[in-house]
T-cell receptor, first 110, second 121 residues
């Protein structure tokens, strides 16, 4: 059975802190892993990772995948209150089936 | 990027009635769309994969007779919750898979609609 575990479940930090969110997975026919940010509505896309060891960056956010150890991390540096959201990772199984983790709820305090 | 819309944004209905939710890809054609359900403080659970011109593929535990999916065109999929009950109250999100380029940027991923909040009284 496919399994995705995100940790921590919830995190409260102060503005300016750096956070690391973890995603471990066991998925048949793994193809890629995606990270999403969900505020009040539908998730918004952050990253798609397909290769091990290659860091993807977008501003203060970065992410990397380890296909041997079956995990990915999402880093956010110099956090801001606008980063408060639920962060979801979704490894893909087969061609396009996304399997979402439970998410990490991040709250950034001013 | 590619835009997906959903209608309605929220709906309140009485127990026993049926509710139809539409999912449209606005600026691209999608042969494959997906329907997810999300309960409060939980993650997105895939309900079914909707394929244009053919029957939907349902995930284990999802009743196909209760959640009717129709993907009649390359830009529209509908989810009908039949004989809705309070336990069907949830946030329903669709996504559409897009593989191609828009404004010289390449995509190969699902784009999500804004979601529909269903409350069944």
């Amino acid at each position: 059975e496919d399994k995705v575990v995100q940790s921590p479940l919830s995190l409260v930090v102060h503005e300016g802190d750096t956070v690391t969110l973890n995603c471990s997975y066991e998925v048949t026919n793994f193809r890629s892993l995606l990270w999403y940010k969900q505020e009040k509505k539908a998730p918004t896309f952050l990253f798609m990772l397909t290769s091990s060891g290659i860091e993807k960056k977008s501003g203060r956010l970065s992410s990397i995948l380890d296909k041997k150890e079956l995990f990915s991390i999402l880093n956010i540096t110099a956090t801001q209150t606008g980063d408060s959201a639920v962060y979801l990772c979704a490894p893909t199984s087969g061609t396009y089936k996304y399997i979402f983790g439970t998410g990490t709820r991040l709250k950034v305090l001013a | 990027g590619a835009v997906v819309s959903q209608h309605p944004s929220w709906v309140i209905c009485k127990s026993g009635t049926s509710v139809k939710i539409e999912c449209r890809s606005l600026d691209f054609q999608a042969t494959t769309m997906f329907w997810y359900r999300q309960f409060p403080k939980q993650s997105l659970m895939l309900m079914a994969t909707s394929n244009e011109g053919s029957k939907a593929t349902y995930e284990q535990g999802v009743e196909k007779d209760k959640f009717l999916i129709n993907h009649a065109s390359l830009t529209l999929s509908t989810l009908t919750v039949t004989s809705a009950h309070p336990e069907d109250s949830s946030f329903y999100i669709c996504s559409a898979r897009f593989s191609g380029s828009i404004h010289k940027r390449s995509y190969n991923e699902q784009f999500f609609g804004p979601g529909t909040r269903l409350t069944v009284l």
